[in-house]
């Protein structure tokens, strides 16, 4: 599939624009150099401003600091532009969000004090981009028709054969700068075939996607949280401004969803969410086309929350073991989530509610 370049502003933001994540430094690897979406990516960065350092090989040289809190920050103050090694060109499924994963980038900028991604990924919490974008996206039609979520689902057939660009990272997070999310939006627009992109964001610097010729065949969901919950999503673009995106995305003629997650039932989570449903509703009040919502309880595994205590010390977020149920995953590991009654109560909220506000709204999954 042909990728083509994407040019993109990187100065004059205006005042009221959503506010851009800056690293302090990008690190760009030899073999990373050799592809253009590399090179422009490192340029773009060095156009805002950015300290940008060109490594003799292909190590990443981190240096970074021995206390572990410095060590966190300087981590993620850092995104790395990198070749994606040839595992990332065999696609694994993502029930029950999608067909198949497409990684543009693995980690992500934000301090969500509850990220799945702890745990998940090796080493320090940098942000590695790929800059070899035309393989990651060549690869694609070799998977078309061979997924089983929505490839072979009643349910989503209409949807086609799907593509998840958002898990392991958040793509639009750092799009002012990689610009692969708007190229792969570009190209899947050019794709004529039942086919779809999606991707999640906790940010709303839609700018860049707005103009592109879609084709329809891209969704953007934004992954909301109460005010309430807001103190656990360090970093990130408001909610009010996650909406307000979604809306002009829906008026660009993209598809678009809620990734209401993960759902916390801390104190006042009744109250919390049904405002924020009602919230929603009142943003996207006749907003054309298709509407889906995606529900996904907290859950976390011994490992990610060992990271993330390391990570967020004296955080309030609930990482205790009352009231929840050990659930194995197809990998063997035990994940926390639930009991049994809270699971209920929460479901029945939410069906009920986005039932009431948001009648047009297609619930994809529950989990």
């Known amino acids: 599939m042909r990728v083509a370049a994407v040019t993109m502003a990187t100065a004059n933001i205006s005042s009221d624009a959503p506010r851009l994540w800056q690293p302090r430094r990008v690190l760009i690897t030899r073999s990373a150099r050799a592809f253009a979406h590399g090179r422009a990516i490192a340029a773009r960065a060095g156009e ?12 990443l040289e981190l240096d970074l600091p021995d206390d572990p809190r410095r060590a966190y920050a300087a981590a993620k103050a850092t995104l790395a532009v990198v070749v994606a090694p040839p595992g990332k060109l065999r696609l694994q499924p993502i029930a029950p969000s999608a067909d198949w994963r497409v990684d543009l980038a693995e980690g992500c900028p934000a301090h969500c004090s509850y990220c799945y991604l702890a745990g998940s990924l090796k080493g320090p919490p940098i942000t590695r981009v790929y800059a070899n974008l035309e393989q990651i996206a060549d690869a694609l039609p070799a998977y078309l028709g061979r997924g089983t979520v929505t490839s072979r689902s009643v349910a989503r057939a209409a949807e086609g054969t799907t593509f998840e660009a958002s ?3 958040d793509p639009l997070a750092i799009e002012h700068l990689t610009g692969s999310l708007s190229a792969l939006i570009a190209a899947f627009g050019r794709w004529h075939a039942d086919v779809q992109l999606r991707f999640t964001t906790k940010f709303a610097a839609v700018e860049p996607l707005l103009a592109l010729d879609h084709g329809g065949r891209t969704r953007m969901r934004a992954s909301l949280n109460p005010l309430r919950f807001a103190r656990f999503e360090g970093g990130t673009a408001p909610v009010a401004e996650r909406l307000r995106a979604l809306r002009r995305m829906a008026d660009a003629g993209y598809p678009i969803g809620l990734t209401i997650a993960p759902i916390i039932a801390a104190d006042g989570w009744k109250e919390a969410y049904t405002a924020l449903i009602a919230d ?13 919502v995606e529900l996904i309880t907290h859950r ?8 993330l205590e390391s990570w967020y010390p004296g955080s309030a977020l609930d990482l205790g073991t009352t009231g929840r149920s050990e659930k194995r995953t197809k990998f063997g590991a035990v994940k926390h989530v639930y009991d049994a009654s809270t699971m209920h109560r929460l479901r029945e909220l939410f069906t009920t509610e986005i039932a009431r506000m948001l009648p047009q709204a297609r619930i994809l999954y529950w989990t």
């Open 48 to 59: 805002a401003g950015v300290s940008v350092v060109e490594l003799a090989g292909d190590r």
């Open 167 to 169: 898990c392991y990272t």
């Open 280 to 292: 929603a509703a009142r943003v996207l009040d006749g907003a054309p086309g298709d509407l889906t």
């Open 300 to 307: 976390f595994t011994a490992g990610s929350k060992a990271v």
